[in-house]
């Protein structure tokens, strides 16, 4: 049987950031030094492949840090933690790596900086993510009040309009975080912000590849976790670039053959948690399917590399 031809679109940069690619080597390395059980607080990164991985190696994963004997180590996720995490756990005397993306990290240390100078924080993403339940955590209760809207912008009361500063989500949509910091400014001019946003390189440059492919692409599909923000908005920001049919899959098992009969190209990309070996396996489907030509749309080169603590790094 002859198979129809098919051009797949290669997204570059997908996949892999440098944050989770720490968090996963922090967990590898933590397990060769210490041996399992490591304990990891929250999945270390948003990707089941990951963490069943990590799991059969010797991982286990937790929610909450009460879950954890005093005696084992314990690492935080790539999301970051509430200050009251290390804080129980240094209390607890426990042996713990903190895996939060630096690019949190940063985020967590502007907050901070703001609080010192006075200023009320109001923080855009989603409520729930383990991410902002990171960061509003960094400050007294009350400090930081969450947007996820332009409409919430309508709505919030801050203590003193004049006193107020703004931070962001790393894995929001450029286009709509744009549009709720036009929305805070528009309200309240005095507010302070980051030069742009906190959006992280990685989200961006994915989501700048997803914009070049995308139109030319008859579907897409993004290979990511449901609970991956950054993985979620790609999807969103493909069918605003004007794909038909942009959808996330897991896993090649994930792919609705039926909804994609009579396509001629699809594009591919992934979100930072999603391994490559899951991409090779997606584009594998598709060669059992269709005749396969590949184009690669590449709109950034990535170079960055985060390096893990130094308790990991001096010799056992
Ligand atoms: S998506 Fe960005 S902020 Fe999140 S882990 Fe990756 S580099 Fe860090």
Redesign the pocket.
């Known amino acids: 049987m002859t198979r129809p031809p098919l051009t797949l679109y290669l997204a570059a940069p997908r996949g892999f ?4 690619d ?2 996963i080597k922090i967990v590898e390395m933590a397990l060769s030094k210490w041996g399992a059980p490591v304990y990891v607080r929250h999945e270390i ?1 948003h990707n089941k492949f990951v963490v069943d991985d990590l799991r059969a190696k010797g991982a286990v994963f937790v929610e909450e840090l009460d879950e954890c004997p005093n005696d084992r180590p314990v690492i935080f996720s ?2 970051g933690v509430p200050k009251a995490v290390p804080a129980e756990a240094a209390r607890r005397e426990m042996l713990f790596v903190d895996a939060t ?4 990290s940063k985020v967590h240390i502007e907050a901070a900086r703001h609080h010192d100078n006075g200023l009320q924080m109001v923080m855009i993403g989603h409520e729930g993510h383990p ?1 902002t339940i990171g960061t509003m955590g960094q400050l007294p209760e009350g400090e930081v009040i969450l947007v996820e809207t332009v409409e919430d912008v309508g709505k919030i009361t801050p203590r003193d309009p004049e006193k107020l500063a703004f931070i962001t989500q ?2 929001l949509s450029v286009d709509d975080t744009a549009e709720i910091v036009a929305a805070l400014q528009a309200r309240f001019p005095a507010i302070i912000g980051p030069h742009k946003e906190d ?5 961006t440059n994915r989501q700048e590849a997803v914009k070049a492919m995308a139109p030319k692409a008859d579907a897409m599909l993004v290979v990511g976790a449901p609970n991956s923000s ?1 993985s979620k908005r790609l999807v969103e920001v493909g069918a605003r670039a004007g794909c038909q049919y942009a959808q996330l899959v897991q896993r090649a098992t994930d792919i609705d053959w039926r909804a994609l009969q009579g396509i001629r190209s699809v594009g591919i990309t992934a979100g ?2 999603a391994p490559e070996v899951l991409i090779n396996e997606v584009i594998d489907a598709f060669r059992a399917h269709y005749e396969v030509t590949v184009e690669v749309v590449e709109t950034a080169v990535e170079n ?1 590399e ?1 390096k893990v603590p130094r308790v990991l790094r001096e010799p056992a």
């Open positions: 950031c440098a944050g989770v720490r968090a990164v790539a999301h993306c630096p690019l949190v991410e790393t894995t959006i992280c390189y990685a989200t950054n930072a948690s960055v985060f």
